[in-house]
């Protein structure tokens, strides 16, 4: 009757035993799955950013092109003048050496 009741309480500390090894196994496979989708939400994140910043220098590359490209024609403009307007050539120099800093600073 002894070596039952023993065998019963060896048992019972098995199954118990099984019991929390299934629940720390659980409880592992959460915390990864969870791990993974903290991993996949930060990498949906990062490609978020990196497109916003690309087109924010794409949109910027623009603004320098077009800078550029008026003031070069308001500098030719006030080159081929008779009246050699020195007023504008200067704006337009300023204008092309900001387009200049800006399309540097892209690159």
Do not use: P, W
Request: neutral net charge; contains cysteine.
């Amino acid at each position: 009757m002894h070596a039952v009741k023993h065998a019963n309480s060896e048992y019972a500390l098995f199954l118990e035993n099984q019991r929390k090894q299934a629940l720390l196994e659980e409880e592992e496979k959460k915390k990864e799955e969870e791990a993974e989708k903290v991993k996949r939400v930060d990498q949906r994140t990062r490609k978020r950013f990196q497109a916003q910043l690309e087109m924010a220098q794409i949109a910027e590359q623009e603004t320098a092109r077009q800078l550029i490209s008026e003031a070069s024609q308001k500098f030719s403009e006030a080159c081929q003048r008779k009246a050699n307007n020195l007023q504008g050539a200067k704006v337009a120099q300023a204008m092309l050496i900001l387009g200049n800093e800006l399309a540097t600073c892209l690159y």
